[in-house]
């Protein structure tokens, strides 16, 4: 790419002496408001409608050097249309719910190879390991059973996990209630 500096120049190649059109044009100046703007009599551009070649900043924008069609830079460069406009409607803080989902994305896929793939991987003293927590595991659920049992009340139907509540049981009127 070159680095050339573009030379300041009227784009329509003629001088700005034979200007072919109008009458000296120029913003209205010490224009006292007079009241409220009527909306259905003003003229509104869209995404779809282009501004009209009436309008005040389109014949501004032409006695600056720019044409229709084409981009704002002194070469005619630039973006043509104007950035759309995407209306937010949640009250989510900007960026956050992109950053959401690809938090989710690469958690569940983590997840994913933490349970299924890292067994496919592990050694067998791995194995052996995970295998031998896993009984250690599932003999303390069993022993944890076993105790609870004496805190269980058959009359009631009702387990406690510590003596503390189940003797609180025994001496509550429930318990006596239903003794009766
Ligand atoms: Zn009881």
Known sequence: MTSTVPTKRHP??????????????????????????????????????????????????????????????????GRVDPIRIDLKQDSLGIGKAGQDQEYNESSASKRKALDSEKQLEETTEERQVRETKAMKQQEIQQELKEVKRAFYCELCDKQYNKVSEYDQHLQSYDHHHKKI
């Open 12 to 77: 329509n190649g003629q001088d700005d002496d034979n200007d072919d059109d109008d009458e000296e044009f120029t913003l209205p100046r010490n224009v006292e408001p007079k009241g409220y703007v009527d909306l259905d009599k003003v003229q509104q551009t869209s995404m779809e409608s282009h501004l009209p070649s009436s309008n005040i900043g389109y014949r501004l924008l032409q006695k600056m050097g720019w044409k229709e069609g084409k981009g704002l830079g002194t070469l005619g460069q």
